[in-house]
């Protein structure tokens, strides 16, 4: 069973575009985030919602939006995709804030 | 300065060696520390976590953390060819109490067979 998992995995779409990736862990964790790792590679925090309740929100730009229905989920909506939102967006749960950190996947969105 | 600052590599170690990875960071109030190893093209998977100062040792890994230099290391025993990737150290933001994660660029390793 996998543990955090995020669809879709590839994402191609073109300026513009609306679009969601979404998240599900299994682990009964409390804590999910969201992160951005760029082509240089850096992998920067976006968002984390503790228990449904927003706890981090990083300056991204508001065509950005997390939601958490329950506290196993965590989606992420972007609205008029940009060629600069090009990355790859890992989702990670933790069972409590400071604890160890487990990452989804990835999706690679891409630009066109 | 960075938050959390590591040598980008790549370091290159002969098969069975010892890899020795560095990475130091800024805020005085961290308190958790992370290393996580991401093959290419995959997502990063948790190595170690180390909280107190001193030496965690968990098979060929051992990660080290001293406060006072602010600095966090890892070893990496006996290096296998299945080592070679990057390894990201993290720090807990000190003061947020929100969990969040500092990323460093993370060190490119490459051991030689």
């Known amino acids: 069973d996998t543990a955090v998992s995020q669809t879709p995995k590839y994402l191609v779409t073109q300026m513009g575009n609306d679009k969601s990736i979404k998240c599900e862990q299994n682990?009964?964790?409390?804590?999910m985030y969201w992160y951005k790792q760029d082509s240089k590679k850096f992998l920067k925090i976006m968002f984390s919602?503790?228990?449904?309740?927003?706890?981090i929100n990083e300056t991204v730009p508001n065509r950005f939006s997390p939601k958490s229905p329950d506290k196993a989920h965590l989606n992420l909506h972007i609205n008029s995709l940009e060629l600069g939102d090009s990355a790859v967006y890992f989702c990670?749960?933790?069972?409590?804030?400071?604890?160890?950190?487990?990452f989804g996947d990835g999706t690679r969105l891409s630009i066109l | 300065q960075k938050e959390v600052e590591q040598n980008s590599g790549p370091l290159s170690v002969p098969e069975g060696a010892i890899a020795s990875l560095n990475c130091t960071y800024s805020?005085?109030?961290?308190?958790?520390f992370f290393w996580y190893r991401q093959y290419s093209g995959k997502s990063p998977e948790l190595i170690m976590s180390?909280?107190?100062?001193g030496d965690k040792e968990d098979g060929r890994f051992t990660a080290q953390l001293n406060k006072a230099s602010q600095y966090v290391s890892l070893l990496i025993r006996d290096s296998q060819p299945s080592d070679s990737a990057t390894y990201l150290c993290?720090?807990?933001?000190?003061?947020?109490?929100?969990?969040?994660?500092?990323f460093g660029q993370g060190t490119t390793l490459q051991v030689k067979p």
């Open positions: 993290a720090a807990e933001h000190g003061s947020s109490n929100t969990g969040k994660l500092i």
């Open positions: 990670a749960s933790s069972q409590a804030r400071g604890q160890p950190q487990h």
């Open positions: 180390i909280y107190s100062n």
């Open positions: 682990l009964g964790h409390d804590t």
């Open positions: 919602y503790n228990n449904k309740e927003l706890i």
């Open positions: 805020d005085r109030g961290s308190q958790s």
